[in-house]
């Protein structure tokens, strides 16, 4: 089975910052990589499909890239509304795998 | 405005059952695949299973397997998971969702199931 595993696990930065979560794949994936961003006792949000696709209403200053085993969320200028965990996950098949997400605070 | 909304959890001993639900509105729900994903609190999400839009077909996570049917009523707009044999480890916030371009486009606000004795 493929493993994600993201890092950082936790990140703090500040309002303004560019910020890049990570998610890499224990093996070579397809480009069926999503974002998830998810507040305290929140259910997540979807942000990002297909790599690189921005969900419709979501903010600009995201964005997500990457191919093979490396993926990357990023987040142009940070805001204070993101602070959140973000999670990322793959779809295989008949299988769906999250990474065990970033927690990202503002400073 | 398109909506999930989960109900049935609790509280229930170890072995016991449960069976949660998720009523959907806004969209055409038999269009979509739906899944059901969970989440230890404090933890990450995890994905438990799926169900086609007619419901002719259902993969599991083989934690659940056996344990648990995923099943769904599209003249109801409702989707359910019964819960058999539940252990400690079951414990977790279950949320429904809506499947689409190869993510979860759409997600219920959870419902907490706890087993313990």
């Known amino acids: 089975d493929i493993r994600l595993t993201q890092s950082p696990s936790t990140l703090s930065a500040s309002v303004g910052d560019r910020v890049t979560i990570t998610c890499r794949a224990s093996?070579?994936?397809?480009?069926?990589l999503a974002w998830y961003q998810q507040r305290p006792g929140k259910a997540p949000k979807f942000l990002v499909y297909?790599?690189?696709n921005l969900e419709s209403g979501v903010p600009s200053r995201f964005s997500g890239s990457g191919s093979g085993t490396e993926f990357t969320l990023t987040i142009s200028s940070l805001q204070p509304d993101d602070s959140a965990t973000y999670h990322c996950?793959?779809?295989?098949?008949?299988?769906?795998?999250f990474g065990q997400g970033t927690k990202l605070e503002i400073k | 405005e398109v909506q999930l909304l989960e109900s049935g959890g609790g509280l229930v001993q170890p072995g016991g059952s449960l069976r949660l639900s998720c009523t959907a509105s806004?969209?055409?729900?038999?269009?979509?695949?739906m899944h059901w994903v969970r989440q230890v609190p404090g933890k990450g999400l995890v994905w438990v299973s799926r169900i086609y839009s007619d419901g002719s077909a259902t993969n599991y996570a083989d934690f659940v397997e056996g344990r648990f049917i995923i099943s769904r009523d599209n003249a109801k707009n409702r989707l359910y998971m019964q819960m058999d044999s539940l252990r400690g480890d079951d414990t977790a916030v279950y949320y429904c969702?809506?499947?689409?371009?190869?993510?979860?486009?759409?997600w219920g606000q959870g419902t907490m199931v706890t087993v313990s004795s």
């Open positions: 297909n790599t690189s």
């Open positions: 969702a809506r499947g689409d371009r190869g993510g979860f486009d759409v």
């Open positions: 806004g969209f055409r729900f038999s269009a979509y695949w």
């Open positions: 093996q070579s994936i397809n480009s069926w």
């Open positions: 996950q793959h779809w295989l098949g008949f299988l769906w795998t």
